[in-house]
């Protein structure tokens, strides 16, 4: 039984429906989390026979945040943001991008640039993947195997870092070019569903292009943004007009319906004085 997302559904199903739903974190969250980060130190920058380029971070005012057409740094001093402009300018004129101003201000460093094809760069951090973080071996292996599946999708490398700092356990990153969109959602991203239960992966291969299926419950993916909603309800026709009325939300919201798929429970679920017996799992676009 998908026991995770049944109770966060059974938590949730007297709140009407509305467009917070398809909300996950927010840029701001994102930032949140790496405003307070401490201090990496780039150790190396070697070309790769690909192009990119890779090597060893280890301070964290390096470490870019990609948004829109910009790198965002979290830097303590001006000092600090000078050094990631330093480092960063070249990268993005070696992938034929310009860069047309920097700003510093309360410890936040942006770094604005342009490029001529409407292409941006965008991060992939693999601290959330399954992998063995006491090899080095197994990490690089897996940031390898991201590169190959960037490269086959026509999504540009542009630099690919083994992250080396305490507040992260060892990971790393890859950095890329895709196409600019309006809706960040939409864009032609390296991502990852992970929602704490089983995935469909069968629903959602001919939608994205499957990078990896690093667990049962996690999916490493190229594509546009997925979503995903649990329904739970007492019987058939109640489960089958939960999903309708989804569908339904999601084409109002100019969200992409992909697919559903509706179980029977193994053993009844109960919340006070409602028992669910079927669960559909929706799949949608951003």
Request: aromatic content about 10%; charged content about 25%.
């Amino acid at each position: 039984m998908k026991r995770l997302a049944i109770a966060a559904v059974a938590f949730l199903s007297a709140a009407n429906l509305s467009a917070a739903e398809l909300n996950g974190l927010s840029a701001a969250d994102v930032k949140a989390s790496k405003i307070e980060a401490p201090a990496p130190v780039l150790e190396q920058i070697a070309a790769e026979k690909c192009g990119h380029v890779s090597g060893d971070l280890t301070k964290l005012n390096l470490f870019a945040t990609a948004s829109r057409s910009q790198l965002i740094s979290h830097s303590k001093t001006e000092a600090e943001f000078q050094e990631f402009i330093a480092m960063w300018t070249p990268i993005l004129e070696k992938f034929g991008m310009r860069v047309v101003s920097t700003e510093y201000k309360h410890e936040l460093g942006i770094l604005k640039y342009e490029s001529p094809d409407g292409k941006v760069v965008r991060m992939f951090l693999g601290e959330g993947m399954n992998y063995d973080a006491l090899s080095a071996e197994a990490m690089k292996k897996e940031q390898h195997m991201l590169i190959e599946a960037l490269e086959k999708q026509g999504l540009t490398p542009v630099a690919a870092f083994m992250i080396k700092n305490e507040i992260f356990r060892p990971t790393f990153n890859v950095y890329y070019l895709t196409q600019a969109n309006e809706n960040p959602a939409h864009e032609i991203q390296l991502r990852q569903l992970k929602y704490g239960d089983p995935i469909d992966f069968d629903l959602l291969t001919n939608s994205v292009t499957l990078v990896e299926k690093d667990a049962d419950f996690s999916m490493v993916y190229i594509g546009r943004q997925l979503g995903f909603k649990g329904k739970l309800a007492a019987d058939e026709a109640g489960i089958a007009a939960k999903v309708a009325d989804y569908k339904k939300f999601l084409l109002e919201n100019k969200k992409e319906f992909i697919a559903a798929k509706v179980t029977k429970l193994d053993e009844p679920f109960v919340v006070g004085d409602q028992t669910y017996r079927y669960y559909a799992a929706l799949y949608f676009f951003q």
